[in-house]
């Protein structure tokens, strides 16, 4: 009783702890409110005013140092609804063409405080943005007529060519999302949305500055604070060089006019991407200035869909470019050496299933198999892999370690490449065929896959990659848009080989059948004469009308350039990819092309093919 | 006839009756201090919200009009708590415990980020924060869990899991990003402290306090003899001080060894830093480690001596102390985030930075300091109305009340609070439950820690820890729940006679 009895008293403890904090409090509000007169004097004359400084966004170049994006001057009109004494509104609205109603939704729209948080009739509040000099001029002559409204300088995006949409990107306005995840926007920044503004947005932005100005009671600037001791200079954005080569960017865009497509070209010891077509693009010029959103919504409705980059969005079947890593797989697991003769009769043909093929010699070996792009060939493999229950113990185990290759190779997850909004394509795995197929399934059922069809697909980028890691004779590096981030260190996913699971020699088999695939098989088209190409062809099934696919890479020793083109409803690949690939090299490894050649692309960029009208 | 008359009387009258001690055994004047500082806080809100031109305080679009709104709504959950009958809390503890745990575990993966924390679950129109509601759960999970007929905070598994009630949601909420709601739970060591914990323990923390701010403010500076680190010197010295002090209030009655410690101790060091200043400059925090050492052989000796356990534990809070000092400079830079490390540099006037971490706090001081002895009147304040001071209508709220009621009004509220939280250690003492009379501290003693860090923030005295001002910030979720928080323990209070 007396322990508890000692307890209770430490009520008056607690009690006497409140006390303190009261008395501290008390002493603490006297201090600041009654002793000194220094606050009462901060807050009547000395009001702080922060004014934002916008620093300069980065520049944006290609591989040869040519100027792709730069900034341009603009103009922000900025309002005080509480200096507004006598507005015209139809004089304002015939300055700067735009209609009343337009204005008056600006207006709601700024007092809106679930749109704009920091509201206040007392502050500069952004009304409206990107008015051009023209514009500007008008206003500025007249802006004494207009008290309340103040006209703020600062800088749009500018392009100097008109393609590479997809992976400059470009910048608008900061969403209600974009502040809430970062605090550093305000209303009226402006933020990367796509491509490389948005992904490297943290280099290009820069740093805001600040200048703290003291304003009296009635708002008059009074001067910096302190003498400007604690202003803040904006730090401009730092400059990108991107690895895109632009002409042949160019190049690109021009062979794939009225197409629905991709090229995509690596360098293979580096992993830079050398250019990122994908067709229907648009000129980037049309995502600035205040016409962007009308242009947006427009593109949005298209149904060929420009905005989406299909290089790294669009997931295909990649066809018969897909039997390379077939052969590389087969060769490591040794299910096959390259003298291994299988027989194609016009197919692979086994308990009733049928896989067509065309005409060549039977049976035959790997390289003539790879350059004659014999499906038999491969459906033997894949069924002799699978089916090898010695080696892997089951059906599930041979078709995860056919999975593992090729994960290896770079396909069935997104790469990373330093762009927004990558696919990952698919590669099956055991468990997704035993829920397919409520685990009866055997090599025979799952045989397309070995051809690059069924359910297996890849985005234009990894079948690029595929042709870098035959290049490189098995290895690649991650694929990336940015050369260079000037005064910082690339990313070191950028730097790092990443090796497949296959060895060294079985690359050179592989490659040596893409030679002869060039010299004396399906992609004769591509047979110059000065530079050793290699590559594969692909037909990709599907619904409509075939797609046309190229993979290929040159010179055979020492690679400078990976390429992959697939043109939807091309048809055959010597039709639309193996010409494009070989012109793509081409134009990279001399840097123009030859004047036959040019009439070749000249050909190739006024075919059309006809899409229909609906959505795709 | 005349039977269900009588059934339905009788029923009548016990139902009457029992309403009528409800309404005799209420403690109204709770709930009358607990109406005026609502209403104190809305019009704290209207000012703090109000921009020159419309006051248009009772449009639902606005945060004065949304307040009321939900004020109204806690009014009427406080009506139905006092309905609801009280031995429920007593009988459902840990599962309202368990779900909350639950409900919390749940927002750490929410995908909804405001602001760089998850701790928001958005329901439709209505952003909810569970961790505003877990401190009631946790407050009544706390106490019956202590009030179990064997509970004996002096055994080992008892009081760990005790710890664990207080830790594992406190936890819940760092995961959500919510440092600030986290370290309100705190507070529930002063409801320990009553209960029985040794007060050594709170001494301990607060000494934790004293050395991290000194040793951080001053780890940098040079005594001027160009050897000796302040913060060390003066850490190590305090560890003399309060051994000394500790062996006084803890060791053998009688014995002269606090006197040897402290005159022997500082006699030294004191003698070694006249040394290093005057004679030949060294390292003095070396010569007060050696006088630490001799001193825990000291201690060693008289625990073998006596044989009182006691000198063992201040022997480990000397050791603690000493690496405490140590480690404090590592937490301060290696696990602390960049922002609260300014924050505490700017608190502890480190750092000069008026536009930057010290613009809150700079401002909020200005606006505070603006309202002079009686203040500019309701709806006049300038500071708050030009948005120099930032989420002046949440965290920063008492800065409104400040400039625009001056030092009296800002007076009056605080001693308002203070009232409240007395009243409220009167209630809870004269429960006849243990139940009750831990849930009681618990609801005072987060109301006081709420109270002491926000307006210590407002004022600068605390660093800038984002918890609001009960009844007074803006928010539903925040009034609820500390409404919730009173009205049960009103409830559970007016039921004590049975």
């Known amino acids: 009783m007396d322990r508890n009895y000692n307890l209770s008293k430490r009520r008056y403890v607690i009690g006497t702890v409140v006390l303190c904090v009261v008395i501290l409090f008390v002493v603490r509000l006297f201090v600041l409110q009654v002793m000194t007169d220094e606050y009462k004097q901060n807050a009547d004359s000395n009001a702080f005013l922060r004014k934002i400084q916008y620093p300069s966004r980065g520049i944006i170049y290609d591989r040869t140092d040519k100027l792709l994006v730069y900034n341009q001057p603009a103009y922000d009109i900025t309002v005080i609804t509480k200096e507004i004494t006598s507005l015209d509104t139809a004089d304002l609205c015939r300055t700067l063409k735009i209609t009343p109603e337009f204005l008056r939704k600006k207006f709601r729209d700024m007092k809106d405080k679930r749109l704009n948080p920091g509201y206040s009739p007392y502050t500069n509040q952004v009304l409206l943005t990107q008015l051009s000099a023209e514009?500007?001029?008008?206003?500025?002559?007249?802006?004494?007529?207009?008290?309340?409204?103040?006209?703020?300088?600062?800088?749009?995006?500018?392009?100097?060519?008109?393609?590479?949409?997809?992976?400059?990107?470009?910048?608008?306005?900061?969403?209600?999302?974009?502040?809430?995840?970062?605090?550093?926007?305000?209303?009226?920044?402006?933020?990367?949305?796509?491509?490389?503004?948005?992904?490297?947005?943290?280099?290009?932005?820069?740093?805001?500055?600040?200048?703290?100005?003291?304003?009296?009671?009635?708002?008059?600037?009074?001067?910096?604070?302190?003498?400007?001791?604690?202003?803040?200079?904006?730090?401009?954005?730092?400059?990108?060089?991107?690895?895109?080569?632009?002409?042949l960017q160019q190049l690109g865009e021009r062979l794939l006019e009225g197409k629905i497509g991709s090229i995509v070209a690596i360098e293979p010891s580096t992993g830079e991407v050398l250019c990122l077509v994908s067709s229907p693009s648009y000129d980037p010029h049309l995502?600035?200035?205040?016409?962007?959103?009308?242009?947006?919504?427009?593109?949005?409705?298209?149904?060929?869909?420009?905005?989406?980059?299909?290089?790294?969005?669009?997931?295909?079947?990649?066809?018969?470019?897909?039997?390379?890593?077939?052969?590389?797989?087969?060769?490591?697991?040794?299910?096959?050496?390259?003298?291994?003769?299988?027989?194609?009769?016009?197919?692979?043909?086994?308990?009733?299933?049928?896989?067509?093929?065309?005409?060549?010699?039977?049976?035959?070996?790997?390289?003539?198999?790879?350059?004659?792009?014999?499906?038999?060939?491969?459906?033997?493999?894949?069924?002799?892999?699978?089916?090898?229950?010695?080696?892997?113990?089951?059906?599930?185990?041979?078709?995860?370690?056919?999975?593992?290759?090729?994960?290896?190779?770079?396909?069935?997850?997104?790469?990373?490449?330093?762009?927004?909004?990558?696919?990952?394509?698919?590669?099956?795995?055991?468990?997704?065929?035993?829920?397919?197929?409520?685990?009866?399934?055997?090599?025979?059922?799952?045989?397309?896959?070995?051809?690059?069809?069924?359910?297996?697909?890849?985005?234009?980028?990894?079948?690029?990659?595929l042709g870098a890691t035959i290049a490189n004779r098995g290895y690649f590096i991650t694929p990336h848009v940015v050369k260079k981030v000037e005064g910082e260190q690339l990313d070191s996913l950028y730097l790092k080989k990443r090796y497949t699971l296959v060895e060294k020699s079985h690359y050179e088999e592989v490659a040596q059948g893409m030679r002869?695939?060039?010299?004396?098989?399906?992609?004769?088209?591509?047979?110059?004469?000065?530079?050793?190409?290699?590559?594969?062809?692909?037909?990709?099934?599907?619904?409509?009308?075939?797609?046309?696919?190229?993979?290929?890479?040159?010179p055979y020793h020492n690679p400078q350039i990976a390429v992959a083109v697939y043109v939807e409803n091309g048809g055959w690949g010597a039709t639309y990819g193996v010409p494009i690939g070989k012109l793509m090299i081409e134009k990279y490894l001399k840097g123009k092309l030859s004047p036959e050649d040019e009439v070749l692309a000249t050909d190739i960029q006024n075919r059309r093919i006809d899409y229909g009208l609906e959505e795709r | 006839m005349k039977f269900w008359q009588r059934i339905f009387k009788t029923e009548e009258s016990i139902m009457g009756s029992r309403k009528d001690s409800l309404w005799k055994t209420l403690d109204w004047w709770t709930i009358g201090l607990y109406l005026v500082l609502v209403v104190c806080g809305w019009f704290s809100i209207c000012g703090a919200s109000y921009d020159y031109g419309d006051p248009n305080f009772f449009d639902f679009g606005t945060r004065a009009g949304k307040q009321l709104m939900w004020i109204g709504c806690s009014l009427g959950l406080g009506f139905v708590l006092l309905m609801l009958e009280d031995r429920i809390y007593d009988t459902y503890a840990y599962l309202i415990f368990g779900v909350m745990l639950l409900l919390l575990f749940g927002t750490i993966f929410n995908p909804?980020?405001?602001?760089?924390?998850?701790?928001?679950?958005?329901?439709?129109?209505?952003?909810?924060?569970?961790?505003?509601?877990?401190?009631?759960?946790?407050?009544?999970?706390?106490?019956?869990?202590?009030?179990?007929?064997?509970?004996?905070?002096?055994?080992?598994?008892?009081?760990?899991?005790?710890?664990?009630?207080?830790?594992?949601?406190?936890?819940?909420?760092?995961?959500?990003?919510?440092?600030?709601?986290?370290?309100?739970?705190?507070?529930?060591?002063?409801?320990?402290?009553?209960?029985?914990?040794?007060?050594?323990?709170?001494?301990?923390?607060?000494?934790?306090?004293?050395?991290?701010?000194?040793?951080?403010?001053?780890?940098?500076?040079?005594?001027?003899?160009?050897?000796?680190?302040?913060?060390?010197?003066?850490?190590?010295?305090?560890?003399?001080?309060?051994?000394?002090?500790?062996?006084?209030?803890?060791?053998?009655?009688?014995?002269?060894?606090?006197?040897?410690?402290?005159?022997?101790?500082?006699?030294?060091?004191?003698?070694?830093?006249?040394?290093?200043?005057?004679?030949?400059?060294?390292?003095?925090?070396?010569?007060?480690?050696?006088?630490?050492?001799?001193?825990?052989?000291?201690?060693?000796?008289?625990?073998?001596?006596?044989?009182?356990?006691?000198?063992?534990?201040?022997?480990?809070?000397?050791?603690?102390?000493?690496?405490f000092l140590f480690s404090a400079d590592y937490v301060f830079n290696n696990v602390l985030e960049p922002h609260q490390q300014i924050r505490i540099k700017v608190l502890l006037g480190m750092e000069d930075d008026p536009t930057g971490a010290g613009y809150n706090v700079n401002q909020s001081k200005i606006a505070i300091g603006s309202g002079g002895l009686t203040g500019k009147g309701f709806l006049n304040g300038t500071q708050t109305k030009l948005k120099y001071v930032p989420e002046q209508d949440t965290d920063f709220i008492f800065c409104t009340v400040g400039e625009e009621q001056g030092f009296v009004g800002s007076v009056i509220v605080v001693l308002l609070f203070a009232i409240l939280i007395w009243r409220l250690i009167h209630l809870a003492e004269r429960q006849t439950s243990r139940f009750g009379r831990v849930y009681g501290y618990s609801v005072l003693s987060i109301f006081f820690f709420h109270l002491f860090v926000n307006i210590g923030m407002v004022l600068g005295l605390t660093p800038v820890i984002g918890i609001p001002l009960p009844f007074f910030s803006y928010g539903g979720s925040s009034l609820w729940g500390f409404t919730i928080l009173l009205f049960v323990f009103l409830r559970i209070d007016a039921a004590r006679e049975r």
């Open chain 2, 112 to 323: 909804h980020e405001i602001k760089g924390s998850r701790s928001w679950i958005v329901l439709g129109p209505v952003s909810l924060q569970p961790a505003e509601f877990a401190k009631f759960a946790t407050a009544l999970a706390l106490a019956k869990y202590m009030s179990e007929y064997s509970y004996n905070m002096e055994r080992f598994k008892h009081m760990v899991i005790t710890l664990a009630i207080i830790f594992v949601p406190m936890i819940l909420i760092v995961c959500q990003k919510e440092t600030g709601s986290a370290l309100v739970y705190l507070s529930f060591f002063l409801v320990l402290y009553r209960e029985g914990m040794t007060g050594s323990i709170l001494f301990a923390g607060v000494c934790a306090v004293i050395y991290f701010i000194i040793g951080i403010r001053f780890s940098a500076e040079m005594m001027p003899d160009g050897m000796t680190l302040w913060g060390e010197f003066a850490v190590l010295g305090l560890v003399v001080i309060f051994t000394a002090l500790l062996v006084e209030a803890y060791g053998k009655v009688g014995n002269r060894a606090s006197l040897y410690i402290g005159v022997c101790g500082c006699g030294t060091i004191l003698l070694g830093l006249l040394f290093s200043l005057y004679v030949i400059p060294f390292n003095v925090g070396i010569l007060e480690i050696v006088v630490c050492s001799v001193m825990g052989i000291y201690l060693i000796y008289l625990f073998l001596h006596e044989r009182i356990r006691n000198y063992l534990y201040i022997l480990f809070f000397s050791i603690c102390s000493i690496g």
């Open chain 1, 516 to 554: 002869m695939a060039v010299l004396g098989g399906t992609c004769r088209a591509a047979n110059l004469p000065d530079i050793e190409i290699c590559g594969k062809t692909g037909t990709a099934q599907n619904h409509g009308k075939d797609h046309s696919a190229f993979m290929g890479f040159a």
């Open chain 1, 287 to 465: 995502m600035v200035g205040r016409e962007r959103g009308k242009n947006h919504l427009a593109m949005s409705r298209n149904p060929w869909k420009p905005l989406l980059n299909r290089a790294i969005m669009g997931t295909y079947p990649p066809g018969s470019t897909f039997k390379t890593t077939q052969a590389l797989t087969f060769l490591q697991e040794g299910i096959i050496v390259p003298g291994t003769m299988y027989s194609c009769s016009h197919g692979f043909s086994f308990r009733g299933l049928h896989v067509g093929c065309h005409g060549h010699p039977s049976p035959l070996p790997l390289i003539p198999a790879i350059a004659t792009s014999c499906n038999g060939y491969f459906c033997w493999g894949l069924y002799h892999m699978i089916g090898a229950r010695q080696k892997y113990g089951s059906v599930q185990k041979a078709m995860n370690t056919w999975r593992d290759y090729m994960v290896s190779m770079g396909f069935g997850y997104s790469l990373g490449i330093d762009l927004p909004g990558e696919k990952r394509g698919m590669i099956p795995n055991a468990k997704f065929y035993d829920k397919a197929y409520r685990g009866s399934w055997n090599g025979l059922t799952i045989i397309s896959i070995s051809i690059g069809q069924g359910e297996v697909t890849a985005t234009p980028l990894q079948m690029a990659n």
């Open chain 1, 135 to 247: 514009d500007c001029g008008v206003l500025q002559e007249k802006l004494f007529k207009f008290p309340g409204f103040y006209i703020q300088r600062r800088t749009i995006r500018q392009y100097n060519y008109n393609v590479g949409a997809h992976i400059l990107g470009d910048i608008a306005e900061v969403s209600k999302g974009d502040m809430e995840l970062d605090e550093y926007y305000q209303p009226g920044d402006f933020i990367g949305k796509l491509g490389v503004e948005r992904s490297y947005e943290k280099q290009l932005r820069g740093e805001k500055g600040v200048e703290i100005l003291l304003r009296d009671a009635h708002g008059r600037i009074q001067g910096n604070y302190m003498d400007g001791k604690y202003d803040k200079a904006p730090i401009p954005g730092k400059n990108i060089t991107l690895s895109l080569d632009i002409e």
